[in-house]
């Protein structure tokens, strides 16, 4: 998150990048969201672990933006079964705040993504061997501080155990 946020004088300061919304998970409760017809939907306040393993797809539904609310993605499994996306949606009219920074891998190097305006899905492409970027353990937080916006941050980043230098796979990146 930006620096300024942090600053009580910048006029952009934020209390919940200062006390602990951001990366902590006390008072969540544990959701295990069933999947049906490859969708489902996530659980506002609360660390959501639906079934995703790449084999099939998954499209998971952000609950409404609404202010205050905290939305964490645990990957519970392993995504290296398959090629196959998970893709998080905004809910309604909801969008991600423009400048959300993400990893993702472009030629077996780590790299970075950026929202832009509007955009409303965050899609993550695994690839069916043990170099993903994100794997069993890694989450994906949500966190809004005005009603329609989402903050994206990739809370506990946790590769596959081949990722090294020069063998690193899988994206993630947003789109509209």
Sequence with gaps: MRADKHNSS?????????????????????????????????????????????????????PAANAGAVCVYNFKEDPRGGTNTLTWDCAGSDVFETGCVIPTSSSNALTWDASVADETSLVFTPTNDAVNILSYG?????????????????????????????AATGTLAFAS
């Design 10 to 62: 910048s006029g952009m300061y934020r209390k919940e990048h200062v006390e602990g919304t951001i990366g902590s998970y006390y008072g969540l409760s544990i959701e295990a969201p069933s999947v049906s017809s490859n969708a489902c939907t996530l659980v506002v306040n609360a660390i959501n672990t639906p079934a995703y393993t790449g084999a099939a797809a998954l499209t998971a539904t952000l």
């Design 138 to 166: 890694s989450t994906v937080e949500f966190v809004c501080e005005r009603d329609g916006y989402w903050y994206v941050n990739i809370g506990h980043w946790n590769p596959d155990v081949g990722v090294t230098n020069g």
